[in-house]
């Protein structure tokens, strides 16, 4: 297999990476809004708990 | 059995341990099945006789499509126990699932239309399963903009209940009305996608796809569900110890 | 019990009856709609018969989703609402009695003056019947499905768009059966089956939207 085929897929390269490039798109998003999330989460808990004790 | 679950699952505190206990090996678990499923898909899987290399797109269409609805059952049979059990566990599991089976529902459109584009020669095609997966689509932003507007915990919890269930009731309903409707308008679409049977070859990467997108949506949940779970606990001790622990 | 069910159902329609502005609202936005299409798509009368059986569904269900959303409101604002909890009867049984007088006041109006839109947009006899039987078929899906809507957005201050977010895809499966009844009757097809599944619709809606109404209602109670 060589690498030309491989990124022309037969023709149908431009959908069949299109559409692979969009999943880990929106995979990544997934996963950056979950750690975003722990982060913000960690800031309101240490703000507390400074505010507490 | 009950004592059991609410010692692992149930109360947040033990969810919180047992979450944190299985999420290393969900994360094992996904990555090589996303790995040998993208692979074996990508390269290693034959060429299709009809759609050529254009086929190769189930690997991410069907799962994400797969997933998208098996989220929308995960809310409401966690709606169910909020409803019925007021479990808080459930409650959290919900509306995190809700989102992120937005994402998926958007993928199984996205690379829907990206596949029809070659093998319909058109974007969208009113096709049964397409319209469906739109309504679900709808069901799924309905569900997060009535949780978005209101302020008080237990009842946005109770609400999305309701909503999670009558969305699960009408799910097949609309599918049926819609394969139905399909029919009336346009005779039966000949779907080059319905194939009736599968080689080994193929069929494998698609499996093995379908569960690494099962368990990225168990390892998303997870991740997210600590953070509420901590959030909504964060007048407790245990919290307090968690966090002193971890900083 | 089934007495003074009747006699609460009987109120309502007539202090609803009395604010005419209410009812009649509703019905104006319906007609307007409606005349709204002959507008944009030209007065073509074989195009308009073919996008009739849309045009009247999304209008009947556009005035429907309009005026679901004060069924309630009325009563949370002035307290009733808080009467209806504590009331002797099962809140299930006086939910069913409010959405029959919605139904009544709200819905009747919009399929009597049916037949006249119809004309308008040049349906023959046979249509105009099959559309009043759909439309008295299908509305009382409408107002069920949108009362579940309604009574989880009744605490809500601002909610705006939201309720027609919420309940208007579970309209599909109705929308598609009233006009796949209408697409065969002008194709002089046999239209029992389409009757059929808007009656189950009716039925399975009529077992659970009470029951999920009144328990919406119990949460915005507790806000």
């Known amino acids: 297999m060589h690498l030309n085929e491989i990124i022309s897929m037969g023709g149908y390269g431009l959908y069949v990476w299109t559409a692979y490039s969009i999943t ?3 995979f990544g998003m997934n996963l950056f809004t979950a750690i975003r999330e722990k982060k913000r989460v960690k800031k309101t808990l240490r703000h507390y708990f400074s505010q507490t004790s | 059995m009950l004592h059991w679950f609410n010692q692992h699952f149930i109360s947040l505190k033990a969810f919180y341990a047992t979450s944190s206990a299985l999420l290393p090996w969900l994360i094992t678990a996904f990555s090589l099945c996303f790995a040998y499923g993208l692979i074996a898909g990508l390269f290693f899987a034959p060429a299709d006789y009809q759609q050529g290399d254009g086929f190769r797109i189930i690997y991410v269409h069907v799962p994400s499509a797969f997933t998208a609805m098996a989220i929308y059952a995960v809310m409401a049979v966690s709606g169910i126990l909020t409803l019925v059990f007021r479990m808080k566990i459930a409650a959290i599991c919900m509306s995190v699932s809700a989102s992120i089976g937005a994402w998926f529902t958007f993928l199984a459109l996205v690379t829907g239309a ?6 319909w020669g058109t974007w969208w095609i009113w096709d049964a399963r397409l319209t469906s997966v739109l309504i679900l689509l709808f069901l799924y932003f309905g569900f997060i903009a009535l949780q978005s507007v209101i302020p008080d915990q ?16 009408n799910l097949p309903i609309i599918h049926y009305s819609v394969i139905w409707w399909n029919t009336l308008h346009q005779g039966p679409t ?3 996608l319905a194939a009736p049977s599968i080689a080994p070859d193929m069929l494998h990467p698609l499996l093995a796809m379908i569960a690494a997108f099962l368990f990225f949506y168990a390892v998303i949940l997870l991740l997210r569900m600590r953070n509420q779970i901590v959030l909504r606990e964060i007048k407790t001790q245990w919290v307090k110890e968690v966090m002193s622990h971890a900083s | 019990m089934l007495k003074s069910l009747l006699t609460i159902t009987h109120q309502e329609i007539v202090m609803t009856l009395r604010q005419a502005y209410s009812w009649i609202t509703p019905l104006l936005f319906f007609v307007i709609v409606v005349c709204l299409f002959p507008l944009a798509l030209g007065p073509d009368e074989n195009t308009l018969n073919k996008v009739a059986p849309g045009i009247i569904w999304v209008g009947a269900l556009l005035a429907i989703v309009m005026s679901i959303g004060n069924i309630f409101r009325s009563d949370a604002e002035e307290g009733h609402l808080d009467l209806l909890l504590l009331s002797a009867h099962p809140l299930t049984l006086l939910v069913l009695c409010k959405l029959i007088s919605h139904w ?15 004309i308008l947009l040049h349906l023959n006899i046979h249509e105009e019947s099959v559309l009043v039987i759909s439309l ?3 509305t009382p899906v409408f107002v069920l499905l949108g009362a579940i809507g309604s009574a989880l957005v009744v605490g809500i201050r601002s909610h705006g768009l939201l309720l027609p977010i919420l309940i208007m895809p579970l309209y599909i499966p109705v929308l598609i059966f009233g006009t796949g009844s209408m697409i065969a009757a002008s194709a002089n097809l046999p239209l029992a089956s389409d009757f059929a599944m808007m009656g189950a619709l009716v039925l399975i809606s009529l077992a659970f939207a009470p029951l999920l109404t009144s328990a919406a209602l119990r949460i915005g109670a507790n806000q």
Do not use: E, F, N, Y
């Not at chain 2, 237990?154 to 009731?169: F, P, T």
């Not at chain 3, 009544?104 to 119809?118: A, E, K, M, Q, R």
């Open chain 1, 24 to 26: 880990l798109l929106v």
């Open chain 2, 114 to 119: 990206i596949w029809g584009k070659p093998m």
């Open chain 2, 154 to 169: 237990q009842s946005r919890d109770r609400a999305g209940a309701i909503m999670a269930i009558v969305g699960v009731i």
């Open chain 2, 190 to 192: 000949l779907s080059k």
């Open chain 3, 104 to 118: 009544i006041t709200h819905c009747l109006p919009l399929i009597v003056i049916s037949p006249l839109l119809g």
């Open chain 3, 136 to 138: 008295l078929l299908g």
